[in-house]
């Protein structure tokens, strides 16, 4: 095997570190990916909708029995009317006291039903109402469910489409880190993960780091002027190319 030539390993070094950071800009737009597509709020809002829905329909089944139970109580006031009424009419009953004392209760049992009506018609027009709220409120449901679905969806295609271009890259990049020895590999690789994904710099106007911005020493500006390769800054430690 023929030794590689420093100036290509210089470029091959370049070239694998280009792929390597849109590698990482990629992978972190995935990480962001979830929050890009307003996922976290569409699934806290449909939550919300839901919690919104169930707190009506309860209300609405706890008024509906209690207007059964009125419903209950004032048919039972009506057959006590009935017979009060049956009893007052029969003839049996002669005494004038007596007589006066069973008006009175029909009156005060029909005053009693009459307040019992009234208050059965404003549960069912409160029982109207909650029956608009608890349709406005399903709807209100339906539609978070289909945006947060479509959400998803997108979200899915996206982070696909994403995933298959990390794939390419880092295929392509594995077919270029053919060209260098293992031991450039190997320190490329745990300076990438060190140096936040930047192991390989340029040297900026000839004199100084393009990782960390350091400038160089006069000898070193000599050094990169008449030989070719890959140098090390003295600072950061990246890898430097021309
Ligand atoms: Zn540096």
């Known amino acids: 095997m ?33 929050d890009t597509h307003h996922l976290p709020e569409l699934r806290e809002e449909l939550e919300k909708a839901k919690a919104s829905r169930e707190g009506l329909e309860a209300d609405l089944d706890e008024i509906k029995h209690k207007q059964l139970k009125l419903d209950g109580e004032v048919d039972l006031l009506s057959q006590k009317i009935e017979k009060e ?14 007589l006066q004392s069973i008006q009175q209760e029909i009156f005060s ?16 027009e409160a029982i109207d109402d909650l029956r608009a709220a608890l349709e406005a409120a399903g709807k209100a449901v339906e ?68 990782g960390c911005h350091i400038e160089f020493s006069r000898t070193q500006i000599d050094r990169f002027q008449h030989e070719e390769g890959v140098f090390r800054c003295e600072y950061c430690r990246r890898m430097l190319v021309k």
């Open 2 to 34: 023929s030794p590689i030539e420093p100036e290509e390993t210089a470029r091959t070094l370049k070239d694998v570190q280009e792929f390597d950071t849109r590698i990482l800009a990629l992978k972190r737009g995935i990480e962001g990916l979830a």
């Open 85 to 98: 009424e049956a009893r007052m009419m029969s003839g049996t009953i002669m005494n004038p006291k007596e």
């Open 109 to 124: 049992l029909r005053k009693k039903r009459d307040e019992m009506e009234t208050e059965d018609l404003e549960e069912m």
């Open 143 to 210: 539609e978070v469910t289909t945006e947060e679905s479509e959400a998803v969806r997108a979200y899915e295609a996206e982070l696909a489409e994403k995933e298959a271009e990390v794939a390419r890259l880092e295929a392509e990049r594995d077919e270029l880190k053919k060209g260098l020895d293992e031991d450039t590999v190997e320190a490329y690789e745990k300076l990438l993960s060190t140096k936040d994904g930047l192991a390989v710099v340029q040297i900026v106007q000839g004199r100084s780091c393009g």
